[in-house]
């Protein structure tokens, strides 16, 4: 019943920006985190930034700086905003949702929901 599907993904050159969306739907737990994440091809998934339901963020140091994660409660939809992005950063990119203590809320076993990702590619 509970559905996260993100948007926004595409190809872009170094030093671009792209913003991913991600609406959620059938969710109603009122303690939830929200979060991004990305694996690349031969590599571990990794937490690139999330939100509790007060609004703290976290993010990985390799993206700090340059990416900021906020949710709209109008419309329930998680944000990705992208900037300077480097080709490290190129993966596929899933929107997921659960509820955690603030210590997991950038590991991804810790989140309960998951839709299906978006391809983010940055090119040199």
């Known amino acids: 019943q509970v559905q996260l599907v993100e948007s926004g993904g595409g190809s872009v050159q170094s030093g671009g920006s792209l913003r991913l969306s991600c609406e959620v739907s059938g969710y109603t737990d009122s303690n939830y985190c929200m979060g991004w994440f990305r694996q690349a091809p031969g590599k571990e998934r990794e937490g690139v930034a999330a939100i509790d339901s007060g609004g703290s963020r976290a993010y990985a140091n390799s993206v700090k700086g340059r990416f900021t994660i906020s949710h709209d409660n109008a419309n329930n939809t998680l944000y990705l905003q992208m900037n300077s992005l480097k080709p490290e950063d190129t993966a596929m990119y899933y929107c997921?949702?659960?509820?955690?203590?603030?210590?997991?809320?950038?590991?991804?076993?810790?989140?309960?929901?998951w839709g299906q990702g978006t391809q983010v590619t940055v090119s040199s």
């Open positions: 997921a949702a659960g509820r955690q203590e603030w210590w997991l809320i950038l590991v991804g076993e810790s989140y309960q929901y």
